[in-house]
């Protein structure tokens, strides 16, 4: 499979991955959990780098949802702990090739040492105009629109919104992706079918790409291989074939 054979018009602005599998992968391996995120780094390093070289604009990556709260104490301290590390690791070099990293989710729920070293990396990246490198952290989509909600029905009540004005563009400019524009596509990993609540809102046209190969094992070529998938498919966004035809 190579890069050669995709259109390069045609690659999605903004590329959403739940990186499933980790524990999996670990697990197989005869190792531990943790093992599996670890190496879980390494196929993000590779993805992000594919991602700069097609110039897509927006890479979403689900990194810890708020459901991941419910994993055993031990498991979710160490995903914090190679958070943090890693975001103190790659940043330099993120940096060099113009990424911007940038954050969705809960952020206050996250321990201090996550937020500094976000909060760093967000300043020292902020200027880049290269590709957008944003995690999901502590995130899902429904905590989001009900955070939103709140925001809107506040605005309601202080009598600085009339409810009748309130549109989809409304919501959307509530939700923690105002500034970016809806997924084209979604990827998941690990052969689960379903969105364990991710980008809930912004998904409604997006188009899902599902692969049994787990996490670490994702590559350039995995990549490659959504992509042209991605580019078969035909968008009517509700329409008949003949009217996408006629542009
Ligand atoms: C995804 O891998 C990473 C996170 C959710 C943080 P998992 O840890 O869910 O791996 P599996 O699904 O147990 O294999
Ligand atoms: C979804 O994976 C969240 C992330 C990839 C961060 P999970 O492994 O937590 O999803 P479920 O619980 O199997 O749906
Ligand atoms: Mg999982």
Not at 25 to 30: D, H, L, Q, R
Not at 70 to 80: C, D, H, S, T
Not at 118 to 139: D, Q
Not at 227 to 240: A, C, S, V, W
Request: with cysteine; proline share 3%.
């Amino acid at each position: 499979m190579s890069a050669v054979q995709l259109d390069l018009n045609n690659i999605p602005k903004h590329i959403a991955i739940i990186m499933d599998g980790n524990g999996r992968w670990a697990k197989s391996n005869g190792k531990a959990r943790i093992y599996g995120h670890h190496a879980g780094v390494e196929a993000v390093r590779k993805v992000v780098e594919t991602c700069t070289e097609l110039g897509v604009q927006y890479l979403t990556l689900y990194a810890f949802s708020t459901e991941n709260w419910k994993r055993p104490e031990a498991e979710v301290n160490a995903l914090m702990e190679l958070l943090v590390r890693t975001i103190r690791k790659e940043t330099p070099e993120l940096d060099k090739n113009n990424v911007r990293i940038g954050m969705i989710g809960d952020g206050h729920s996250l321990p201090k040492a996550c937020i500094d070293e976000l909060e760093e990396a967000k300043k020292m990246t902020s200027a880049n105009t290269g590709l957008n490198l944003i995690l999901a952290l502590s995130y899902s989509g429904r905590w989001e629109i009900t955070h939103a909600v709140q925001q809107i029905a506040q605005k309601v009540q202080s009598g600085e919104l009339n409810p009748a004005d309130i549109s989809e563009k409304t919501i959307s400019a509530y939700l923690n992706t105002s500034a970016i524009p809806d997924p084209e596509l979604l990827i998941r990993t690990s052969g689960e079918y379903r969105l364990s609540n991710f980008l809930l809102w912004q998904s409604a046209y997006t188009e899902y790409y599902f692969t049994e190969t787990l996490w670490p094992d994702f590559d350039k070529n995995e990549l490659v291989k959504a992509l042209l998938d991605y580019q078969k498919r035909e968008r009517r966004f509700g329409k008949t074939t003949e009217q996408i035809k006629v542009r």
